[in-house]
């Protein structure tokens, strides 16, 4: 096992301040780097963020032309025209409403036909570049995940086709119209790409997140709960609501 550190662990009151710090973070980070390499998560966790992040791209002039956006995972397999997509999500929420250059922009392919050949195909574009800032969201109840790197995943893992813990597919289908259409696989970025990045900033708002969160920052480093390895990388920051925080 790696060298352990311990995380900044910030508890503001809400969920919209979450958003905020979590936007000023994104928004700071262009502005000192406007050529910033940033690898994002999807969900409900982050959309009040993009929502911050459109604004001050139309209000304050923030400037994504020489941004790079990596996405942390996709469902496989999937129409990257499924409103239930990765795909479609950033584009709904960001990606459409920003001046990034679409070719400055990286998600893993839910048509690709063999998930194999497309997480070794994503995997070879992000080892080109080393993220300057990730974002990160924590899997529902005990999943601890992060990407869609589920329990069992080993700290050196890479980009790579996962199947989707039962609490997940049961948490995510809510973002499906027709539940039992939930994949039960995705392609995600491993753990060591996660660790990889110069600065992670994992947020989690409710609840739900409460005992991942606590497992996250008080149990064992290791497999069982994979979101434990953070605690490898010497610049982690874990912002919380109180709901979320409530078992620390
Ligand atoms: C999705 C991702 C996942 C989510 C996590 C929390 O791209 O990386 O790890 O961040 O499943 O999802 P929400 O925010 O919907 O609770």
Same mark, same amino acid.
């Given at each position: 096992?790696?060298?352990?550190?311990?995380p900044?662990?910030?508890?503001? $009151?809400?969920?919209?301040?979450?958003?905020?710090?979590?936007?000023e973070?994104?928004?700071?980070?262009?502005?000192?780097?406007?050529?910033?390499?940033?690898?994002l998560?999807?969900?409900s966790?982050?959309?009040?963020?993009?929502n911050?992040?459109?604004?001050?791209h139309?209000n304050?002039?923030?400037?994504f032309?020489?941004?790079?956006?990596?996405?942390?995972?996709e469902?496989?397999?999937i129409?990257?025209?499924?409103?239930?997509?990765y795909?479609?999500?950033?584009?709904?929420?960001?990606?459409?409403?920003?001046?990034?250059?679409?070719?400055?922009?990286?998600? $893993?392919?839910?048509?690709?036909?063999?998930?194999?050949a497309?997480s070794?195909?994503?995997?070879?574009v992000?080892?080109?570049?080393?993220?300057?800032?990730?974002?990160? &969201?924590?899997?529902? &109840?005990?999943?601890?995940?992060i990407?869609?790197?589920?329990?069992?995943?080993?700290?050196?893992?890479t980009?790579?086709y996962?199947?989707?813990d039962?609490?997940?597919?049961?948490?995510n289908?809510k973002?499906?119209?027709? $539940?039992t259409?939930?994949?039960?696989?995705?392609?995600?970025?491993?753990i060591?790409?996660?660790?990889?990045?110069?600065?992670?900033?994992?947020?989690?708002?409710?609840?739900?997140k409460?005992?991942?969160?606590?497992?996250?920052?008080?149990?064992?480093?290791?497999?069982?709960?994979?979101?434990?390895y953070?605690?490898?990388? $010497?610049?982690?920051?874990?912002?919380?609501?109180?709901?979320?925080?409530?078992?620390?």
């Amino acid at each position: 096992m790696s060298a352990s550190y311990n995380p900044v662990i910030r508890i503001v $009151p809400n969920s919209e301040s979450v958003d905020h710090y979590a936007a000023e973070m994104v928004i700071s980070q262009i502005r000192t780097k406007p050529d910033s390499v940033i690898s994002l998560p999807t969900g409900s966790t982050p959309e009040n963020l993009y929502n911050l992040l459109v604004l001050a791209h139309k209000n304050d002039d923030l400037d994504f032309s020489k941004v790079t956006i990596f996405n942390l995972d996709e469902y496989w397999p999937i129409s990257k025209n499924h409103p239930s997509s990765y795909a479609y999500y950033m584009r709904k929420h960001l990606v459409d409403h920003i001046n990034i250059n679409s070719t400055n922009w990286y998600i $893993p392919n839910g048509e690709a036909p063999d998930a194999q050949a497309e997480s070794e195909r994503f995997e070879a574009v992000l080892q080109q570049f080393t993220p300057d800032l990730t974002i990160l &969201g924590i899997g529902p &109840g005990t999943t601890c995940h992060i990407g869609f790197n589920e329990k069992g995943s080993t700290i050196d893992s890479t980009t790579r086709y996962v199947a989707l813990d039962p609490q997940t597919r049961s948490a995510n289908s809510k973002f499906f119209q027709n $539940p039992t259409d939930t994949p039960t696989g995705a392609i995600t970025q491993g753990i060591a790409d996660i660790l990889r990045a110069k600065k992670i900033l994992l947020i989690a708002k409710g609840e739900g997140k409460a005992w991942g969160i606590h497992r996250t920052i008080n149990g064992e480093i290791g497999a069982t709960a994979p979101s434990s390895y953070l605690r490898c990388h $010497p610049a982690v920051t874990i912002m919380l609501d109180q709901a979320a925080a409530h078992l620390l």
